[in-house]
């Protein structure tokens, strides 16, 4: 069994920053890609940023310069630190990850169950 947890949303104004975080726990060997997604009320989930187990990263156009991915494989933790917040940044905040399970074959994509972020105007 895996579990993803996401902490760190909440309401914030323009220009403010938040920090998320996702820990992952349970029959874990390593894990491979994770990213951040989010999804706003009528709008399709849409990938944010993501980050290999070797650290390469890549973003939306709408975050890049803004938003920073990282992870701690220790941890089995990814981060995602989001300055200059805009109101269109405000949605349900999911994070993913392809996960190697400890004595299984192959991997598996787990997601967390998703963290409010608001930002106001």
């Known amino acids: 069994q895996v579990q993803l947890v996401e902490s760190g949303g909440g309401l914030v104004q323009a220009g403010g920053s938040l920090r998320l975080s996702c820990a992952a726990s349970g029959s874990i060997f390593s894990i491979n890609d994770m990213g951040w997604y989010r999804q706003a009320p009528g709008k399709q989930r849409e990938l944010v940023a993501a980050?290999?187990?070797?650290?390469?990263?890549n973003y939306a156009d709408s975050v890049k310069g803004r938003f920073t991915i990282s992870r701690s494989n220790a941890a089995n933790t990814v981060y995602l630190q989001m300055n200059s917040l805009k109101p269109e940044d405000t949605a349900v905040y999911y994070c993913?990850?392809?996960?190697?399970?400890?004595?299984?074959?192959?991997?598996?994509?787990?997601w967390g169950q998703g963290t409010q972020v608001t930002v106001s105007s």
């Open positions: 980050i290999t187990s070797s650290g390469s990263t």
């Open positions: 993913n990850a392809d996960v190697v399970r400890a004595w299984q074959y192959g991997s598996g994509d787990y």
